[in-house]
DNA sequence: CAACAGTTTAGAATAATTATAATTTAGTTT
DNA sequence: AAACTAAATTATAATTATTCTAAACTGTTG
């Protein structure tokens, strides 16, 4: 668990003032074990769980990317009318369960490295995303 | 190069009336060599520099979501505000070159087979699919 | 503590998409 | 081929996610 003053640094260090709302942001975002997958809806929801006061519709987005510009937050392509975001960072892959629309970080150890032979001539390769669609094994679903 | 004919059966085949407007969308879509990724708004301009007779937003929207249910077109997942679709229904992965916002389909030969080694309990994979994001390699973009 | 740039905010604006309800059309029945 | 019915099309309104705007506020620096 992050301290306020952990939160504050971070923001300084690249460039954010450590406002209120930012750092409140943060404990909602940061402030726990698991990878947090989220829409801004989410987001906007734990916030209003969480705290008393509340943040604008208009900072919560700016502050979003804000911190993806930063590398604080990951953006994930889901087929979908809206961003997923992922506050785990590293490089990793991801299941969607298509019966909950829940994002599910996969693990290292199930799926074999991805290896790209060849690569569209003159440019570099900014990210490499596997996205698995899975759905309930007993019914016919799409 | 497909005829009329076909696309006539091709829709009555999966219980779709074969209307003028659908049968035009599917000249637009099918009839030619390569894939066509395309948005929304790429469609709908296709089909105005293509036809003299104007087919209403909605019926573009209903038409790509039948042909997207029946099989014939598959939705790629993009970071990004709007749905791409591609008349490729293969199983196949893809390039997007953040310079220029375009979708270029990645040939077998460009990767290697993806091995998903465990999956999520109870649950069976729908697809698989590699998102290989690009960009220009003399410049600082992202 | 004054000044200023960076932030927040409510609300308006935009853009993609979906819903609505009236009209038209395709396929079937007479 | 006229009549019928369900499906499809359409213009338009509604909805949803997101971005913009401009005024008010706040963090930082001198």
């Known amino acids: 668990m992050q301290k306020n003053i952990e939160f504050i640094d971070k923001l300084r260090s690249s460039g954010l003032r450590p406002t209120k ?3 409140k942001i943060c404990e909602v975002l940061f402030n726990r074990e698991e990878t947090f997958h989220f829409t801004i809806k989410d987001l906007v929801k734990k916030i209003s769980d969480n705290l ?3 943040i604008s519709l208009a900072t919560v987005y700016n ?3 804000a911190f993806k510009d930063k590398g604080y937050l990951k953006e994930i392509s889901i087929n979908s009318d809206k961003s997923y975001f992922d506050t785990n960072i590293t490089n990793h892959h991801h299941f969607f369960d298509e019966d909950t629309n829940q994002l599910i970080d996969c693990e290292d150890d199930y799926i ?3 290896n790209i032979k060849k690569n569209i001539t003159g440019k570099k390769i900014n990210s490499v995303e596997v996205l698995i669609k899975v759905a309930s ?3 016919n679903q799409n």
Chains 1, 2 share one sequence.
């Open 63 to 65: 502050t979003v990317h």
């Open 21 to 23: 709302q930012r750092l």
């Open 137 to 139: 094994d007993n019914q």
């Open 52 to 54: 008393n006061e509340k």
């Open 112 to 114: 074999e490295n991805i």
